[in-house]
Antibody, heavy 121, light 107 residues
Framework: QLQLQESGPGLVKPSETLSLTCTVS??????????WGWIRQPPGKGLEWIGS???????RYNPSVMSRVTVSVDTSKDQFSLRLSSVTAADTAVYYC?????????????WGQGTLVSVSS | EIVMTQSPATLSVSPGERATLSCRAS??????LAWYQQKPGQAPRLLIS???TRATGIPARFSGSGSGTEFTLTISSLQSEDFAVYYC?????????FGQGTKVEIK
């Protein structure tokens, strides 16, 4: 059964870089032609798609964060990662990773449980 | 960017009753629409993709309809476990965008 699990620091200082990793289990990233994505949800608010990556390294990013975001993949570990630079309080959110079906910009299933990242000094 | 507008913001329904949730897109998105359910403290769960195709394991009481700019999620007979927030998401245009959610609460 495919499962995803986010990991990384829960607290990041303003202007620093947020780094999270998503570990995929139950399937190898390289055996599927799907993408793998990051979505975030500020406390009490809605969902925002951040970006997606294919195991071959192809990426797509949301223009709202494109200048600050990098998504990378480590196929040897079945992991993909998110880096978001120059964070502010507005980047405080629960960050989810998910499988993106049949392309870089489609629907998400399943999702990881999510990890709360707070930006504060 | 396509704006997704969900209505109502909150829907009060008694168990066993029918719930109808609406989602409107600011531009036509064909049938490229998904619905998710999110319970407190949990990740969203995919219910519907392609506007009307139920995801694996989703009960038949959940149904989706619509195309273009107007979409509907119907829960035919609400069970206790269905009280949650529901989000629609278009994936016709980059970036995919979500609605602000409809909270289905117990009446």
């Amino acid at each position: 059964q495919l499962q995803l699990q986010e990991s990384g620091p829960g607290l990041v200082k303003p202007s620093e870089t947020l780094s999270l990793t998503c570990t995929v289990s139950g399937v190898s990233i390289t055996t599927t032609n799907d993408y793998w994505g990051w979505i975030r949800q500020p406390p009490g608010k809605g969902l925002e798609w951040i970006g997606s990556i294919h195991y071959n390294g192809n990426t797509r990013y949301n223009p709202s964060v494109m200048s600050r975001v990098t998504v990378s993949v480590d196929t040897s570990k079945d992991q993909f990662s998110l880096r978001l630079s120059s964070v502010t309080a507005a980047d405080t959110a629960v960050y989810y990773c998910a499988r993106v079906w049949r392309g870089a910009t489609t629907w998400f299933d399943p999702w990881g449980q999510g990890t709360l990242v707070s930006v504060s000094s | 960017e396509i704006v997704m507008t969900q209505s109502p913001a909150t829907l009060s329904v008694s168990p066993g009753e029918r719930a109808t949730l609406s989602c409107r897109a600011s531009q036509r998105v064909g049938s490229n629409l998904a619905w998710y359910q999110q319970k407190p403290g949990q990740a969203p769960r995919l219910l519907i993709s392609g506007a009307s195709t139920r995801a694996t394991g989703i009960p038949a009481r959940f149904s989706g309809s619509g195309s273009g700019t107007e979409f509907t999620l119907t829960i035919s007979s609400l069970q206790s476990e269905d009280f949650a927030v529901y989000y629609c998401q278009q994936y016709n245009n980059w970036p995919g965008t979500f609605g602000q959610g409809t909270k289905v609460e117990i009446k």
